[in-house]
Structure formats: C-alpha cells, structure tokens
Nanobody
Framework: EVQLVESGGGLVQAGGSLRLSCAAS????????IGWFRQAPGKEREGVSY????????YYVDSVKGRFTISADNAKNTVYLQLSTLKPEDTAVYYC???????WGKGTQVTVSS
C-alpha cells in the first residue's frame, strides 16, 4: 500500500523556520518524483517545490526561492522541505504528492504569525 505521511508543521513567528518531512512507503523515489504543494484558506492548491531523484531535477515556485530547500534521504525514503525566513503568507496546509499518481498525504498545517 502506498502511503505518504507529512509531519513537522506548526506555529512559528515570521522570520522563523520549520522542517517538513514526507515519509513514503509502498514505493521508492526511483519510481516517482515528489512534490510539495500548499493550500491556504480560500485559495487553490499550488505547487511549491519538486524533487526527482532519477535526474536530480529540482523546482521551486518563485515566491519561495531562496527561502525553502527540498532534499531527500533515500535510505529513509523521506523527502524534506526546509522552510526558512517564513512569512505570514506562507500559512497553509502543506501536502506531499507522488507526481503523476493519485497519491497524496493528508497534509501538515504551517501557521506563520506576524
């Protein structure tokens, strides 16, 4: 059974940092690239970052470039998203997703206070 489980969200002040984790089971990162998405209240879900272990391709949406860093630990089958210099507009539920599949995690809430 394929599962994606996010963790690491929380409440942080503006300028602070969090590290989100996406633990995958039932497949490996050689099978699928992993994307991080977020959805704020009243807004559409947007792609934040993407990582492919097969070709090393990495993507960041412009609004997080220089502040967020995606990485992976293949031994743990876990993808991380380091969130730094957080802003109130980063407040959202963050989801990980096996790109090209129907597999999504349930999300982890990130709240940034001003």
């Amino acid at each position: 059974e394929v599962q994606l489980v996010e963790s690491g969200g929380g409440l942080v002040q503006a300028g602070g940092s969090l590290r989100l984790s996406c633990a995958a089971s039932g497949f490996t990162f050689d099978d699928y690239a992993i994307g991080w998405f977020r959805q704020a209240p009243g807004k559409e879900r947007e792609g934040v970052s993407y990582f492919s272990s097969t070709d090393g391709d990495i993507y960041y949406v412009d609004s997080v470039k220089g502040r967020f860093t995606i990485s992976a630990d293949n031994a743990k089958n876990t993808v991380y998203l380091q969130l730094s210099t957080l802003k109130p507009e980063d407040t959202a539920v963050y989801y990980c997703h096996a790109v090209g599949t129907a597999y999504w995690g349930k999300g982890t809430q990130v709240t940034v206070s001003s």
